[in-house]
């Protein structure tokens, strides 16, 4: 089945630094990716659409200044938080969009911690 | 934004109980999916049910979905301790365009 790959899964970095977290289909083209943010107990909220070749769209309210998304091949997608604060300290999980039975196929997210 | 609630937003129950757990949505959908987080884990697929289905059933989970009330309702029979995660529904408008998630329910199941 399709496989979506994550990297890394956790991440802690100072304030003020970047962070790029990898998304990877491994064995079919994702022409879209989608990026999630989940905040502890809570649900997961769309930050964006990557479509290959083109610009993301943003969510409302999401800063596409400090979250940076490339969707540079049909296989990678990343996001790359610039700046961090502690506030964006936050679980990111990435999903591609399969076109099979079951659509998504997600990734097995990222904890990003910002100290 | 959220598409819709879920209800209830906790649920504890012992071992070999059921489970339900019910999700509200707002807009025309194309399928409504049911995933399974563990604690600080990717999304695990359970099951999705078209909007011209009514029930779906996989193993011991069981989905209903009522369009005309925009919900949809997840079973778990005969709960197990590894049933203990957060369960979301998360609504399609159209087919691979974009999934929205609903609040979720966290199930704790007691051996």
């Known amino acids: 089945g399709a496989v979506v790959s994550q990297h890394p899964s956790r991440v802690i970095c100072k304030s003020g630094t970047s962070v790029k977290i990898e998304c990877r289909s491994l064995?079919?083209?994702?022409?879209?990716m989608f990026w999630y943010r989940q905040f502890p107990k809570k649900s997961l909220m769309l930050m964006a659409t990557s479509n290959e070749g083109s610009k993301a769209t943003y969510e409302q309210g999401v800063e596409k200044d400090k979250f940076l998304i490339n969707h540079a091949s049909l296989t990678l997608s990343t996001l790359t938080v610039t700046s961090a604060h502690p506030e964006d300290s936050s679980f990111y999980i990435c999903?591609?969009?399969?076109?099979?039975?079951?659509?998504?196929?997600f990734g097995s997210g990222t904890r990003l911690t910002v100290v | 934004s959220q598409q819709g609630e879920e209800d209830p937003q906790a649920l504890s129950i012992q071992e070999g109980e059921n489970a339900t757990m019910n999700c509200s949505y707002k807009?025309?959908?194309?399928?409504l999916q049911w995933y399974r987080q563990n604690s600080g884990r990717g999304l695990v697929h359970l099951i999705l049910i078209r909007s011209n289905e009514r029930e779906k059933h996989s193993g011991r989970l069981r989905v209903t979905l009522d369009t005309s009330k925009k919900s949809s309702s997840l079973l778990i029979t005969a709960s197990r301790a590894a049933d203990t995660a957060s369960y979301f529904c998360a609504t399609d408008a159209a087919a691979g365009n974009k999934l929205t998630f609903g609040g979720g329910t966290r199930v704790l199941v007691k051996p």
């Open positions: 999903s591609a969009s399969t076109g099979g039975y079951y659509g998504y196929t």
């Open positions: 064995d079919f083209q994702a022409t879209t």
């Open positions: 807009t025309s959908i194309n399928n």
